[in-house]
């Protein structure tokens, strides 16, 4: 029985097409800046993005952490959500490792930061003061539904922030799937903000990697911070190969894990004694009502039972992430399993 994996889109494996390129893929020291592919790759998704340049990291949590080492120094303020993933589970590492203060903000349901608490939380010229020098978006926003930020919102902040003399990072971790959403080129969604990072190996699948854009100044500041957390790599041309057919060939699909996502969640919506969050991207939440006597381990564990993971219990809710490897019957295997259990 093949199982039906929805924790995340972090799970899919590459495509064939993917490990050809890399058996094939040109390498080179990428240190030295000599691995042809990664010059490619970096190329490539800097031009995607509308921003100059760009640089090959190993994660997510990576990009966002090089990515404020380059825009702060240590003592500077960082305002972002406080339903963020670079504060939620990337363990501090702007304090921990650079020295950065973070001022949280409430994220709003579709994963907005009013603009009113941001301009509330800038700092005033102090003595006393930490120095307010960034603000962080996210777009897909993962806690918040997988909401995707239109463009509009992305271009509002990013006006506030400039004048007020700061910078924008932008946690595009799943950006791809925000333009697929909301029906424009990633460009668009990306080209306002100082810095977005997009990562190779969620919904892209892609094993390893994620991109880091910005200015030529900015990336080569965010080159050395990679370079002191241990993250330069050497022959990284094998990994970029698979970054390359990511870009070419799984980012215009995305759409279709987004149709499914939604039969995912009206299916689900049809069971008695579930509810479900609405859904615009490849993340559906879902949860228990009161009318059902059922518990979180019972649904987690009779899924699996029927060959479907799932994140249970992420506070009181489940989370389902559509993906490559997932199939119109896979979604009905999963509907199937969940009217079983509920019965
Ligand atoms: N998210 C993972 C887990 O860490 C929760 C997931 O399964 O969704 N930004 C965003 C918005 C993310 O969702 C993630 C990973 C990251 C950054 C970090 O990326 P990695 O895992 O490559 O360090």
Not at 177 to 200: E, H, I, K, P, T
Not at 253 to 274: C, F, N, T, Y
Request: charged share 25%; with cysteine; hydrophobic share 45%.
């Amino acid at each position: 029985m093949k199982m039906i994996d929805l924790r995340s889109d972090t799970v899919t494996q590459p495509t064939p097409e993917m490990r050809e390129a890399m058996y094939r893929a040109e390498a080179g020291d990428d240190v030295l800046g000599e691995d042809p592919t990664v010059n490619r790759l970096e190329e490539m998704a800097a031009q995607r993005m509308g921003q100059e340049a760009a640089l090959l990291v190993v994660s997510g949590t990576m990009g966002n952490l090089v990515a404020l080492l380059a825009h702060c120094g240590r003592g500077n303020e960082v305002i972002l959500g406080d339903r963020s993933h670079t504060f939620l589970f990337e363990q501090g590492g702007m304090a921990a490792l650079g020295g950065i203060v973070p001022r949280l903000i409430p994220n709003q349901p579709d994963g907005t930061l009013r603009l009113t608490d941001i301009e509330g939380a800038i700092r005033g010229d102090n003595v006393h003061f930490p120095r307010t020098r960034l603000v962080c978006l996210e777009n897909t926003h993962n806690m918040c539904n997988g909401t995707p930020l239109t463009v509009e919102y992305t271009a509002q902040v990013a006006s506030l922030a400039h004048e007020r003399g700061l910078r924008v990072h932008l946690d595009g971790a799943r950006v791809f799937n925000a333009a697929a959403a909301l029906g424009v080129d990633v460009r668009d969604v990306a080209q306002d903000v100082d810095s977005v990072m997009f990562c190779l190996s969620k919904g892209l699948c892609a094993p390893v990697g994620s991109i880091l854009c910005g200015s030529a100044e900015f990336i080569a500041e965010a080159r050395r911070a990679r370079k002191v957390v241990g993250g330069g790599m050497r022959q990284a041309g094998i990994l970029a190969a698979a970054g390359i057919v990511a870009l070419e060939q799984i980012a215009p699909r995305l759409a279709e894990d987004h149709v499914r996502a939604k039969r995912l969640a009206a299916g689900l919506a049809e069971i008695p004694g579930v509810d479900v969050a609405p859904v615009a991207t490849n993340i559906l939440y879902f949860w228990l009502t009161k009318e059902t006597s059922k518990t979180q381990d019972e649904v987690v564990d009779g899924l699996k039972e029927r060959g479907v993971l799932l994140m249970g219990r992420l506070d009181g809710r489940f989370r389902a992430v559509t993906h490559y490897w997932i199939t119109d019957e896979d979604v009905e295997r999963t509907l199937q399993a969940m009217r079983e259990i509920m019965a």
